[in-house]
């Protein structure tokens, strides 16, 4: 069965600082990974996904994250921290072959301080 | 990017009335779409999977009856929520999946609808 943790409820940074968000999760198929944004009342947006390619990432707005199979990890890194990425991050695993399945974990609140 | 459009993005009712929401892909055909619930401070929970032309698929919990969910064409999933009770208010998410993407399974996601029952 697959599951997602997300480590940490809430994140905070100061603006221009690096920014990690953990995700853990555990699959008994080959995982497709995901990293989602929410910004307040919005819907979610794809920042970047992995599917059995590059194990390193890049996503959108300067996000990346790193597939480690050893350590059943997908967390998200961002070098430096920008006001506008103050919102909701979700990491998302699906079965390979069955993206009718998605697991969503729990969230990550980033807050972003001047 | 392609784009999902929900509608409405807010609307208070009555309790005991029903409530239409609508999901349209714009610029892509969506064969299957999907529902979610969002409860305040919580992840997203998938409420059921709808394929164009066929019955949806509801997740166990979900009242089928309660939540009506109809995708009669490609572009287009409506849910219901039927004599709406103030239990009933939540955010309210859809998302669709692009014909032809299913290697990457990349879900395109609404702007959500948050439901007020009074």
């Known amino acids: 069965a697959q599951s997602v943790t997300q480590l940490d409820s809430h994140v905070s940074v100061s603006e221009g600082t690096p920014v990690l968000l953990r995700c853990n999760y555990s699959?008994?198929?080959?995982?497709?990974l995901f990293w989602y944004v929410q910004h307040p009342n919005k819907g979610l947006q794809l920042l970047l996904k992995?599917?059995?390619?590059?194990?390193l990432v890049k996503g959108i707005n300067g996000f990346e994250a790193e597939f480690k199979k050893s350590e059943t990890s997908f967390h998200l890194t961002k070098p430096s921290a920008h006001m506008s990425d103050a919102a909701e991050y979700f990491c998302?695993?699906?079965?390979?072959?069955?993206?009718?399945?998605?697991?969503f974990g729990s969230g990550t609140k980033l807050n972003v301080k001047p | 990017g392609a784009v999902v459009s929900q509608h409405p993005s807010w609307v208070i009712c009555k309790s005991g009335t029903s409530v239409k929401i609508e999901c349209r892909s714009l610029?892509?055909?969506?064969?299957?779409m999907f529902w979610y619930r969002q409860f305040p401070k919580q992840s997203l929970m998938l409420m059921a999977t709808?394929?164009?032309?066929?019955?949806?698929?509801?997740e166990q919990g979900v009242e089928k009856d309660k939540f009506l969910i109809n995708h009669a064409s490609l572009t287009l999933s409506t849910l219901t929520v039927t004599s709406a009770h103030p239990e009933d208010s939540s955010f309210y998410i859809c998302?669709?999946?692009?014909?032809?993407?299913?290697?990457?399974?990349?879900?395109?996601f609404g702007e959500g609808s948050r439901l007020t029952v009074l």
């Open positions: 998302s669709a999946r692009a014909s032809g993407r299913t290697v990457t399974g990349e879900l395109f």
């Open positions: 699959s008994s198929y080959s995982p497709s």
């Open positions: 992995y599917t059995s390619a590059a194990t």
């Open positions: 998302v695993v699906s079965e390979e072959g069955n993206f009718n399945k998605f697991y």
């Open positions: 610029d892509f055909q969506a064969t299957t």
């Open positions: 709808s394929n164009e032309g066929s019955k949806a698929t509801y």
